[in-house]
């Protein structure tokens, strides 16, 4: 079947495409289309478009978002795989912002590879056989009598050859197989093998157009600051004329609060003739804020409060068997509490845009996870509609879930609506860390009963932290159940299990920041583990692996199956029954965690000396499924593992009367590379659904640092991070 309609038509328009070859509109979770190069209205919404041209190259629109995740190398090669293309004959391009066009392109949750995977493949298996019906149209020979081979179709009775370029355009006017048949695992080409990023020589020459690399006629630039307290409000500003004064000040502009999600909440910018002048500008005006009510937040004081808050009674989430009775009948009870602090994602790249605002047009171009909610946040502001927002997408230098959220570019738009031309802003660190989102500040409490046998009969788990949902209901008051579900739904499957939730009132903006809340669960769950085996005297795996076995719920026999290999593995790899011949300060600590529907085990090896800790070497067993490309696969570990080091260490952002402490890199110490512990990957062979990756290696990170510096040393960390920075 052939499916044409006016999007399509848009699309090669606006990509320059030339009106010739076969594209696929590639959509998710309905089964790939295909459509003729013109043709009459319809409805289409694909994610991505792989485009064959007459020439043979191959064109994939990537509609997600690259911010260094190997997401636009590792799905269009699945599609080369199925295609039986040659890669080097593969460009792939960043797709704009348009819903219509490709569905949703919001990036994170580690969700892209899960959602697209199968689909994408499908694209290229349809592609092959439309290319393969072309050929035997042509030699008029029947479809079995072809196959296709590293871009061509190869006639199997006289060796004879056409190419991909050569067939392409008659490809387009055959029958769309509905449900083609896919590779087997022993066929695969590209997928699962180490490709290496299909942009990767413009990274490493500089040439790649990150957010802050935009540039164009007549651009502007500009530099902002906010009110340092949340909910605060701008009383004046000073010293106007010494900041306008400046050669190159073109102006200083008042940005009120937009009370959208997303949007800005106020801040006064400098607007100059180039970057460095606006933020020396900024540094002259004398501003002056009420603080509000969050003025007196203070982290210290707010984490004692939830420690108290879940040590406590507090309100029920949900309840499977009867804690109670279990905790009555116990021969012993096992509790502990956990705290952790708030995070700013930090990343390399600053929040950057360049927003040109004219009477009949919006257009923006920005690192960001969501083009989406640029569109949309805008079109409030402007009062049009989303699709009348141009945004183009760039390449992330990191993000992290802090692009999801587009205060930045709309304060650019702000400024280039005010001044009547193209305006780039970069957030300066320090305005970053100290105005941006935040990680929760969170606390948990544990209580568990051992029964006669030394087995977990009883499970009572309390949290406090404000959640995201604050974000968008300000009322909000303490973790939704939705927020601690995961207690309930752990592999662990505790026989009788209870959580509650305590109160926890957001005082800054609460965002997604990689691994979400699985970053506290997984400490609180991992360390607690490790606690239980030292209480009942046995080693942790076996701990782990008798918890597991008494789950008695066989919707979740899959889980405990696959948590139970990972972490065997991960005893394996790292020689855990040989932990007792390390030397006198080292130890060897093990968890395991599940999280955005991988499974993650790591072991972790220190040196500790007094308060000095020293993380020597790390094994990361992961069970995502099929893994797609294992270099970026295995890149993802080792980031996950820096980033883990250093929310278990020292990350920590800290408040003071309503504001935040630090300022950069210097109060908010990252990891170094001169610190980087050897990090061996492992990937269990699975022939389960590709899950994501992105995420699920911070969460067993730090319970499994914590329990190897109580091995090596006999002193156990509950807080993270373990030693925060004097400020």
Same mark, same amino acid.
């Given at each position: 079947?052939?499916?044409?309609?006016?999007?399509?038509?848009?699309?090669?328009?606006?990509?320059?495409?030339?009106?010739?070859?076969?594209?696929?509109?590639?959509?998710?979770?309905?089964?790939?289309?295909?459509?003729f190069i013109d043709g009459d209205d319809g409805n289409f919404n694909p994610n991505a478009f792989v485009h064959i041209g007459e020439n043979g190259d191959t064109l994939i629109y990537c509609g997600r978002c690259e911010m260094g995740q190997g997401i636009s190398t590792a799905l269009p090669a699945a599609v080369a795989d199925e295609l039986e293309a040659d890669w080097e004959r593969v460009e792939v391009r960043q797709a704009d912002g348009n819903e219509?066009?490709?569905?949703?392109?919001?990036?994170?949750?580690?969700?892209? @590879?899960?959602?697209?995977?199968?689909?994408?493949?499908?694209?290229?298996?349809?592609?092959?056989?439309?290319?393969?019906?072309?050929?035997?149209?042509?030699?008029?020979?029947?479809?079995?009598?072809?196959?296709?081979?590293?871009?061509?179709?190869?006639?199997?009775?006289?060796?004879?050859?056409?190419?991909?370029?050569?067939?392409?355009?008659?490809?387009?006017?055959?029958?769309?197989?509905?449900?083609?048949?896919?590779?087997?695992?022993?066929?695969?080409?590209?997928?699962?093998?180490?490709?290496?990023?299909?942009?990767?020589?413009?990274?490493?020459?500089?040439?790649?157009?990150?957010?802050?690399?935009?540039?164009?006629?007549?651009?502007?630039?500009?530099?902002?600051?906010?009110? !340092?307290?949340?909910?605060?409000?701008?009383?004046?500003?000073?010293?106007?004329?010494?900041?306008?004064?400046?050669?190159?000040?073109?102006?200083? @502009?008042?940005?009120?609060?937009?009370?959208?999600?997303?949007?800005?909440?106020?801040?006064?910018?400098?607007?100059?003739?180039?970057?460095?002048?606006?933020?020396?500008?900024?540094?002259?005006? &004398?501003?002056?804020?009420?603080?509000?009510?969050?003025?007196?937040?203070?982290?210290?004081?707010?984490?004692?409060?939830?420690?108290?808050?879940?040590?406590?009674?507090?309100?029920?989430?949900?309840?499977?068997?009867?804690?109670?009775?279990?905790?009555?009948?116990?021969?012993?009870?096992?509790?502990?509490?956990?705290?952790?602090?708030?995070?700013?994602?930090?990343?390399?790249? !600053?929040?950057?845009?360049?927003?040109?605002?004219?009477?009949?047009?919006?257009?923006?171009?920005?690192?960001? &996870?969501?083009?989406?909610?640029?569109?949309?946040?805008?079109? &409030?502001?402007?009062?049009?509609?989303?699709?009348?927002?141009?945004?183009?997408?760039?390449?992330?230098?990191?993000?992290?879930?802090?692009?999801?959220?587009?205060?930045?570019?709309?304060?650019?738009?702000?400024?280039? &609506?005010?001044?009547?031309? !193209?305006?780039?802003?970069?957030?300066?660190?320090?305005?970053?860390?100290?105005?941006?989102?935040?990680?929760? @500040?969170?606390?948990?409490?544990?209580?568990?009963?051992?029964?006669?046998?030394?087995?977990?009969?009883?499970?009572?788990?309390?949290?406090?932290?404000?959640?995201?949902?604050?974000?968008?209901?300000?009322?909000?008051?303490?973790?939704?159940?939705?927020?601690?579900?995961?207690?309930?739904?752990?592999?662990?499957?505790?026989?009788?299990?209870?959580?509650?939730?305590?109160?926890?009132?957001?005082?800054?903006?609460?965002?997604?920041?990689?691994a979400v809340y699985a970053i506290f669960y997984g400490f609180a769950f991992g360390t607690f583990a490790d606690e239980l085996a030292h209480k009942v005297k046995k080693d942790t795996v076996t701990m782990l692996n008798d918890i597991y076995d008494n789950n008695q719920n066989k919707k979740k026999a899959e889980q405990v199956m696959r948590s139970k290999r990972a972490l065997a593995l991960a005893a394996e790899k790292s020689n855990w029954a040989g932990?007792?011949?390390?030397?006198?300060?080292?130890?060897?600590?093990?968890?395991?965690?599940?999280?955005?529907?991988?499974?993650?085990?790591?072991?972790?090896?220190?040196?500790?000396?007094?308060?000095? @800790?020293?993380?020597?070497?790390?094994?990361?067993?992961?069970?995502?499924?099929?893994?797609?490309?294992?270099?970026?696969?295995?890149?993802?570990?080792?980031?996950?593992?820096?980033?883990?080091?250093?929310?278990?260490?020292?990350?920590?952002?800290?408040?003071?009367?309503?504001?935040?402490?630090?300022?950069?890199?210097?109060?908010?110490?990252?990891?170094?590379?001169?610190?980087?512990?050897?990090?061996?990957?492992?990937?269990?062979?699975?022939?389960?659904?590709?899950?994501?990756?992105?995420?699920?290696?911070?969460?067993?990170?730090?319970?499994?640092?914590?329990?190897?510096?109580?091995?090596?040393?006999?002193?156990?960390?509950?807080?993270? !991070?373990?030693?925060?920075?004097?400020?």
């Amino acid at each position: 079947m052939a499916i044409t309609n006016e999007s399509r038509r848009k699309f090669l328009k606006t990509s320059g495409l030339a009106a010739g070859g076969l594209v696929l509109g590639v959509t998710a979770p309905k089964h790939v289309m295909a459509e003729f190069i013109d043709g009459d209205d319809g409805n289409f919404n694909p994610n991505a478009f792989v485009h064959i041209g007459e020439n043979g190259d191959t064109l994939i629109y990537c509609g997600r978002c690259e911010m260094g995740q190997g997401i636009s190398t590792a799905l269009p090669a699945a599609v080369a795989d199925e295609l039986e293309a040659d890669w080097e004959r593969v460009e792939v391009r960043q797709a704009d912002g348009n819903e219509e066009l490709y569905g949703s392109q919001a990036t994170g949750g580690s969700a892209s @590879i899960r959602k697209m995977y199968i689909p994408m493949r499908e694209a290229g298996a349809v592609a092959k056989l439309m290319l393969i019906a072309a050929a035997a149209k042509v030699w008029n020979v029947p479809v079995t009598e072809c196959v296709a081979e590293n871009h061509f179709v190869i006639n199997q009775i006289n060796q004879q050859k056409l190419s991909y370029g050569e067939l392409a355009s008659l490809a387009a006017t055959m029958d769309v197989p509905e449900k083609p048949k896919l590779k087997e695992k022993s066929e695969y080409k590209y997928i699962g093998k180490g490709l290496a990023r299909h942009n990767l020589d413009d990274i490493l020459q500089g040439t790649l157009t990150y957010g802050v690399d935009t540039k164009m006629p007549g651009l502007k630039y500009a530099a902002i600051t906010h009110c !340092p307290v949340l909910g605060g409000k701008l009383k004046s500003v000073g010293n106007k004329s010494a900041a306008l004064g400046m050669q190159g000040v073109f102006d200083v @502009i008042e940005i009120p609060r937009f009370d959208v999600p997303f949007g800005s909440i106020g801040g006064v910018a400098v607007v100059a003739d180039n970057t460095w002048t606006a933020q020396q500008a900024l540094k002259l005006l &004398q501003i002056e804020w009420d603080a509000g009510k969050n003025g007196s937040y203070d982290t210290q004081a707010y984490k004692a409060q939830l420690v108290k808050n879940v040590e406590s009674p507090a309100e029920l989430g949900k309840e499977r068997g009867n804690v109670e009775q279990a905790f009555a009948e116990a021969d012993t009870i096992v509790k502990a509490t956990y705290t952790g602090g708030h995070l700013s994602h930090s990343p390399m790249e !600053p929040n950057a845009s360049v927003v040109w605002v004219q009477d009949d047009s919006c257009e923006v171009w920005a690192a960001t &996870q969501s083009p989406a909610d640029i569109q949309k946040v805008l079109a &409030q502001y402007l009062k049009r509609e989303p699709k009348d927002i141009l945004v183009h997408v760039t390449m992330a230098g990191g993000a992290f879930g802090r692009k999801f959220k587009c205060d930045y570019v709309h304060e650019a738009a702000v400024l280039s &609506q005010a001044v009547k031309a !193209p305006v780039q802003l970069i957030w300066s660190r320090e305005e970053d860390m100290r105005t941006g989102y935040f990680h929760s @500040i969170n606390a948990q409490h544990i209580q568990a009963s051992i029964d006669k046998n030394g087995q977990v009969s009883g499970w009572l788990h309390r949290v406090a932290f404000p959640p995201i949902t604050s974000l968008f209901n300000p009322s909000t008051d303490r973790a939704r159940k939705g927020d601690i579900a995961e207690v309930l739904n752990h592999p662990f499957g505790i026989k009788n299990v209870r959580s509650e939730t305590g109160e926890a009132i957001a005082h800054t903006r609460i965002g997604w920041y990689r691994a979400v809340y699985a970053i506290f669960y997984g400490f609180a769950f991992g360390t607690f583990a490790d606690e239980l085996a030292h209480k009942v005297k046995k080693d942790t795996v076996t701990m782990l692996n008798d918890i597991y076995d008494n789950n008695q719920n066989k919707k979740k026999a899959e889980q405990v199956m696959r948590s139970k290999r990972a972490l065997a593995l991960a005893a394996e790899k790292s020689n855990w029954a040989g932990r007792d011949a390390l030397p006198k300060n080292q130890g060897l600590g093990i968890a395991v965690h599940y999280s955005f529907q991988s499974y993650v085990a790591m072991a972790v090896r220190v040196e500790v000396n007094g308060d000095d @800790i020293k993380v020597l070497e790390v094994d990361a067993i992961v069970d995502c499924g099929q893994v797609l490309n294992t270099d970026s696969a295995k890149a993802q570990m080792e980031g996950a593992v820096v980033m883990g080091m250093g929310l278990a260490l020292r990350t920590e952002i800290v408040f003071k009367d309503g504001a935040v402490v630090n300022s950069n890199f210097h109060q908010y110490p990252v990891i170094r590379i001169n610190e980087m512990p050897k990090v061996n990957v492992h990937f269990i062979e699975s022939d389960a659904d590709a899950t994501g990756l992105g995420e699920p290696g911070v969460g067993p990170f730090a319970p499994a640092l914590s329990n190897a510096v109580f091995a090596a040393s006999g002193k156990r960390y509950r807080d993270l !991070p373990f030693t925060p920075q004097t400020i």
